[in-house]
């Protein structure tokens, strides 16, 4: 049984920061791609950040509209992704998704709230 457990979510000021958590049990975590996808209300669902599995070198990529703020890592021993955002917007509004991929397979947290107000 796989299982992904999200946390961190909330209000947070324009400005501010917040860090997110995926706890992943149930896969071969250091064999695992992670992500962090976002989906804002009437928008698709976009990737943040991703990690290849760290057998695969643990490559690190952000689409450009966070680069500089946001930070993505893991814990292969914990089997957590984390998302550290700083200098928060109002754009970066969204429900979080982390996603972990083993062996071809798409495996999705139950999803977090990040609101940003002024």
């Known amino acids: 049984q796989v299982q992904l457990v999200e946390s961190g979510g909330g209000s947070v000021q324009v400005g501010g920061s917040t860090k997110l958590s995926c706890v992943a049990s149930g896969v071969a975590f250091r064999w695992s791609d992670v992500a962090w996808f976002r989906q804002a209300a009437g928008k698709e669902r976009e990737l943040v950040a991703g990690?290849?599995?760290?057998?695969?070198?643990?490559?690190?990529k952000y689409v450009d509209s966070v680069k500089g703020r946001f930070t993505i890592s893991r814990d292969d021993t914990m089997t957590t992704v984390y998302l550290e955002m700083n200098s928060l917007k109002p754009e970066d509004t969204a429900v979080y998704y982390c996603l972990v991929r083993w062996n071809d397979r798409d495996y999705w947290g139950q999803g977090t709230r990040v609101t940003v107000s002024a």
């Open positions: 990690i290849s599995a760290t057998t695969a070198g643990g490559t690190i």
